[in-house]
């Protein structure tokens, strides 16, 4: 190399400008007055001096400082060949530490991973990406992976270099545009983060967009972690989950903000961790008859009151409440508990944060350069550019992650109307149409169904559920037959109506029946979860329970019924915690649920008749059997609007297997209120609402009716039944001995 070349080389190195420090830098055969010699060279700000020292017991031989900044440079005698070597360094304190040289080391990416990241579709991403701490030629360190096509220089930063970014300056690989770099003697839990030169100037810090750990907030560094060091305990559950037919199988899920299901108030209110969680929460779960916890969002993000909904760290379980392994443990216990666990996972968008995805080598890295595809208005946040292979790539690895790592049972999908429509909450002139002239994003539909598509077909058994709040046909069709691919979807028209029904005044019910009786018209167009979610109980919205009319008794009257309700209709189960104790309060993230409220016997009555209810419904086969088809449902009799009474039958897919239900939606007693049964003989009252044990008026049938050869809504035998005061009561049929 010419001693203009070198000075030129040098001089970029020390301003932290050159775009292949790994030309310049370690051992390397230059020609040297026309003879090739075997020289070694490195840039060590603020040191002393510095020693190559051959780590194979040779000599050690000092290097010659050639700039005052800290560049050495060692060449060695005629006809030395290569040889592994460790730098000792005198810093300017007087200490001294001998290293293995960060240069010395061959790229840590196979060509073959580099062509997959660079064509999109390297579904293990995580395994090249990010921080691996890892063995080369006999020395620990961390491998690091970081895709920045358009940055100038990316440079890894911990205490390990004094968060200099000249120090640690990564290979670039332009045809993948990744950066990697083996860093020696960082390990696991070291702090770090990459600083960036811009593709159009500027230094910034940015996060790892594919860090297994981060720091809490508001620090936001990643933190290395090995993810190889948890022994899973689970195998029986997930090759259960490969074969199972979720659509024939109980599904109630509790939903839960992991930060305010339950507090220390000894501990200055602090939130339980992962471990305690598993423990008080798996056991309240499993008495409750839950069938699954599905956890607001557990990946890393900087603002509390976003309840996990804007992501900086996709693949950092959140340090709020422990470490990964923390996490795992959770997730393990669940599962030995017969618990399956789901998490909320945002594809939609990211947050603006310096730390985060935005801008992230300078460039619209995983954005759309344009407000108007780029921006979400609502939120503040910026859209995904689902047309970019690599982002695309990234979303489906991430997917994939949570459910290979984690062992987590599904992702519910937030935001799913907001992908799909361009002109989502936007004026005419801030949207841009896609090339047919639509408002459909081609490019996210294409993104949803590439990632539904690759989840059925490596993770079987895994969910994806959409939370989509518009009529899109086909959501939870399979991706090769037109559909998005998605498993299950939330039914936000049936929850939006029925909320609205039974907010009314009883006496007005009446004339707003049909807000209860229109989702029957597609109920089995889509395969539906009926959701009571958080976003039902913030906001100025109201409990559950506050949102019911009439005095306290009538309150809890009209919860347990609405309740009994959604739990008899088609479809699977979501209900937020807090619900099913009657919590007064809507629901905050920087608080406790108020548990205290059990010690009153109504709060307590709600609980066990939740119980209750759950316990029913896993035992009965009618009610989640045939969730998905008019066979499992038909109506009794819709029409008694005037007295605001419901009836219908739900059935499994064996004979025998028949509920009744009945529902009287008014404070009035219905007595001798006839309905029509497929059977003779006796019929059980499984469940009743108004028990006095659930904080009731203990009106009810006395465990059972008979028959009688009276006929009333299409059937030759009837019953005659006392429908309690905002109640619901279930029967099934006893055959004869």
């Known amino acids: 190399m010419a001693l203009a070349t070198l000075s030129i080389d040098i001089q970029q190195v020390v ?164 950066w990697e770099m083996f860093v020696p003697g960082a390990g696991e839990g070291t702090p770090y983060k990459y600083e960036i030169q811009g593709a159009h100037g500027g230094t910034f810090l940015k996060a790892d967009p594919v860090a297994f750990h981060a720091e809490h907030n508001p620090a936001t ?63 309240y779960v499993v008495e409750m008859g839950f069938t699954h916890v599905e956890f607001l969002p557990l990946s890393e993000h900087p603002y509390d009151p976003s309840w996990g909904y804007q992501v900086t760290g996709y693949f950092a379980p959140t340090s709020r409440f422990g470490n990964p392994d923390d996490l795992r443990y959770l997730i393990d216990h669940l599962h030995a508990l017969g618990i399956g666990v789901i998490i909320d996972w945002v594809p939609a968008h990211f947050p603006k944060d310096a730390h985060g995805l935005r801008r992230f080598d300078g460039t619209a890295l995983y954005e759309h350069e344009d407000p108007r595809q780029g921006e979400h208005p609502d939120w503040g946040t910026l859209i995904f550019n689902f047309g970019r292979n690599e982002v695309r790539n990234f979303l489906v690895a991430n997917a994939l992650y949570w459910l290979e790592e984690y062992h987590v049972d599904g992702l519910r999908v937030d935001a799913v109307a907001s992908m799909l429509y361009l002109d989502y909450s936007r004026q005419p002139g801030q949207w841009i149409p896609n090339p047919l002239g639509g408002r459909e994003n081609l490019d996210a539909i294409h993104f949803l169904q590439q990632v539904n598509g690759t989840v059925r077909d490596r993770q079987p058994g895994a969910l994806m559920i959409a939370e989509e709040s518009t009529a899109w046909p086909g959501v939870t069709q399979r991706p090769e037959l037109g559909g998005l691919g998605f498993h299950l979807k939330w039914n936000m028209g049936w929850m939006n109506d029925f909320l609205r029904f039974a907010e009314e005044d009883p006496v007005y019910r009446k004339y707003h029946f049909n807000l209860i009786t229109f989702s029957l018209m597609y109920a089995f167009s889509e395969r539906f979860v009926l959701p009571f979610s958080h976003d039902e109980v913030v906001h100025l919205k109201g409990s559950l329970l506050d949102k019911m009319p009439g005095d306290t008794w009538q309150k809890f009257a009209n919860l347990r019924c609405a309740l009994a309700f959604m739990w008899g209709h088609p479809g699977k189960k979501l209900l937020f915690m807090g619900c099913e104790i009657g919590q007064w309060r809507e629901w905050s993230e920087g608080r406790s649920l108020d548990w205290h409220l059990l010690e009153d016997p109504m709060h307590a009555g709600m609980q066990r008749f939740m119980r209750d209810l759950n316990a029913l419904y896993r035992r009965e086969r009618a009610f989640w059997e045939t969730d998905f088809s008019y066979e499992g449902f038909r109506w009794i009799d819709f029409r008694d609007v005037e007295q605001s009474v419901l009836t219908f039958l739900r059935r499994g897919a064996g004979s025998g297997e028949e509920l009744v239900f009945g529902f009287n939606f008014t404070p009035i007693p219905r007595h001798q209120y006839r309905v029509g049964v497929p059977y003779a003989g006796a019929w059980r009252e499984v469940l009743n609402s108004d028990a006095e044990a659930y904080g009731g008026s203990n009106l009810g049938n006395l465990g059972r009716v008979e028959t009688e050869p009276v006929p009333a809504h299409g059937c030759d035998q009837s019953i005659r039944l006392t429908l309690p005061p905002l109640g619901a009561v279930v029967l099934k049929h006893e055959p004869a001995n």
């Open 221 to 283: 560094a990643s933190i290395v972690h090995d993810l190889r060091g948890w022994e899973w305990s689970d195998a029986e559950w997930m090759e259960r989950r490969r074969t199972d037919d979720c659509y024939r199988k109980p599904m109630a899920v509790y939903e839960v903000h992991a930060g305010s299901w339950m507090r220390v108030p000894e501990e200055e209110n602090r939130p339980l961790t992962y471990r305690e969680l598993a423990h008080r929460l798996g056991d």
């Open 15 to 178: 301003r932290g400008e050159h775009r292949d420090v790994f030309r310049v830098l370690g051992m390397h055969r230059v020609s040297i007055a026309g003879e090739l010699r075997l020289v070694v060279r490195a840039f060590l700000p603020g040191a002393d001096s510095a020693t190559v020292v051959d780590a194979d017991g040779g000599d050690a031989q000092e290097m010659e400082r050639v700039h005052p900044d800290g560049f050495f440079e060692l060449v060695l005698p005629p006809g030395t060949h290569p040889f592994p070597y460790r730098l000792r360094v005198t810093e300017g304190d007087g200490s001294v530490a001998e290293e293995a040289d960060p240069y010395s080391f061959a790229p840590t990416i196979a060509d073959f991973d580099l062509y997959l990241i660079g064509e999109g579709t390297h579904l293990r991403l995580w395994d090249v990406l990010g921080a691996h701490p890892d063995e080369m030629d006999g020395v620990a360190g961390t491998r690091f992976g970081v895709w920045a096509p358009g940055a100038r220089r990316v440079s890894v930063v911990g205490d390990f270099n004094r968060w200099d970014g000249r120090r640690h300056v990564m290979r670039f690989h332009p045809g993948a545009g990744v």
